[in-house]
T-cell receptor, first 113, second 112 residues
Framework: NAGVTQTPKFQVLKTGQSMTLQCAQD?????MYWYRQDPGMGLRLIYY???????DKGEVPNGYNVSRLNKREFSLRLESAAPSQTSVYFC????????????FGPGTRLTVL | DAKTTQPTSMDCAEGRAANLPCNHS???????VYWYRQIHSQGPQYIIH???NNETNEMASLIITEDRKSSTLILPHATLRDTAVYYC?????????????FGGGTRVLVKP
């Protein structure tokens, strides 16, 4: 089991460019999440998907869109990147209510110049 | 979800027990206490959670006071690999939207 995988590991963008961060999990979890972590800060929830076919905004959704492609995959898109979106992005999955802990991926380190 | 208060940092000697406190004085009756940790540059890792009874697993023990206003995470024999930021999170267990709200956490440094 790979758990939660994220691609790419690192990315540098110029202001205004777009990109999609990919996340996949092989644990057959229903719920998936996208967080961002700025230097020295805790994680903040961007979007989540409670189950396939549903998505909801989290704490900081502005400037992002998400797609729950299927049960395994949950992508995060930046349509027009801004320097304020420089951060580390973590994807997570869980299987409430049976297993409520979230399993996190290794993160994508994004720099917007 | 209730807010939590944790010390910003603490040191611990290798091989000794590390006791990490967390205050959650506004916790509601249906809110659980969760602990996660984040080792440098990695994704957070689940440690343990509980409602009102003390809990133990292979990683740690969780002691929750009787009034549930505070808790302590105990790492019984700290190793250098336990150096990390530890997050105490209080939240309701929803079936859908299983969200976590991370605060600042406690930066734990295990010293030889």
């Amino acid at each position: 089991n790979a758990g939660v995988t994220q691609t790419p590991k690192f990315q540098v963008l110029k202001t205004g460019q777009s990109m999609t961060l990919q996340c996949a999990q092989d644990m057959n979890h229903n719920s998936m999440y996208w967080y961002r972590q700025d230097p020295g800060m805790g994680l903040r929830l961007i979007y989540y998907s409670a189950s396939e076919g549903t998505t909801d905004k989290g704490e900081v959704p502005n400037g992002y869109n998400v797609s729950r492609l299927n049960k395994r995959e949950f992508s995060l898109r930046l349509e027009s990147a801004a320097p304020s979106q420089t951060s580390v992005y973590f994807c997570a999955s869980s299987e409430p209510p049976r297993r409520n802990e979230q399993f996190f991926g290794p993160g994508t380190r994004l720099t917007v110049l | 979800d209730a807010k939590t208060t944790q010390p910003t940092s603490m040191d611990c000697a290798e091989g000794r027990a590390a006791n990490l406190p967390c205050n959650h004085s506004t916790i509601s009756g249906n809110e659980y206490v969760y602990w996660y940790r984040q080792i440098h540059s990695q994704g957070p890792q689940y440690i343990i959670h509980g409602l009102k009874n003390n809990e133990t697993n292979e990683m740690a023990s969780l002691i929750i006071t009787e009034d549930r206003k505070s808790s302590t995470l105990i790492l019984p024999h700290a190793t250098l690999r336990d150096t990390a930021v530890y997050y105490c999170i209080v939240r309701v267990d929803y079936a859908a939207g299983n969200k976590l709200t991370f605060g600042g956490g406690t930066r734990v440094l295990v010293k030889p």
